[in-house]
């Protein structure tokens, strides 16, 4: 198989991450609590669905003399119908995969993976853009700035919009369990 058979969702996927990346880029400009980022814009975002690709980026990029994000598509999308319906589990770094609010979450929906993925990036862009509005020394990558924007964004952007987490474990486990027995079977 070829990973062009998949792409052909792909002028669909780069319209919900644009708009994704742009608008959270606005509310953060209008409506963050963070005084950092009335003045905050990106001057890099790039969707890149090589299928090598395997990490998101979000972050202050020194060539292009700003904050940016790099959004790894293929991983993503690159095997996704947009009306698919399949119970996932979107994982997070395990520093803080169970927080209940910036943690590991179930959907059956890959707009939610998708919208983490920017959210998280996004987060990424803001700290490393706080750090020098505040003229800040060395930050981690996930620190508290981090964490502290991260939070505020997947409150606003995404929380409303995650399913049952109860009831969706339950659909995720039934699922993979129907796979493995099917795997099996063949």
């Known amino acids: 198989m070829t ?76 095997r996704k119908e ?15 995969e169970n927080d209940s609010e910036i943690g590991n979450f179930y959907t059956d929906d890959n707009h939610h993976k998708v919208l983490m993925v920017v959210c998280h990036e996004m987060a990424h862009a803001a700290q490393y853009f706080h750090k020098r509005f505040h003229k800040m020394g060395r930050i981690k990558p996930h620190g508290d700035e981090f964490k502290m924007f991260y939070r505020e964004i997947r409150n606003h952007w995404l929380k409303s919009l995650i399913p049952d987490q109860e009831e969706m474990e339950i659909n995720f486990r039934e699922h993979k369990k129907m796979s493995v027995i099917q795997e099996y079977a063949a």
């Not at 608008?23 to 953060?28: A, C, G």
């Not at 319906?85 to 994982?91: C, D, L, Q």
């Open 82 to 96: 947009p009306k698919d319906r399949v119970p996932m589990k979107v994982y997070e770094y395990k520093a803080y």
């Open 3 to 78: 990973n062009i058979i998949y792409l052909d969702h792909k002028s669909y996927w780069d319209t919900q991450a644009e708009d994704f990346i742009h608008q959270i880029e606005k509310w953060l400009q209008k409506s963050s609590v963070y005084e950092s980022m009335r003045t905050f814009s990106l001057i890099h975002s790039r969707l890149d669905w090589s299928p090598r690709r395997r990490m998101s980026r979000g972050g202050w990029y020194k060539g292009k003399g700003g904050a940016g994000v790099s959004i790894a598509m293929w991983p993503l999308c690159g």
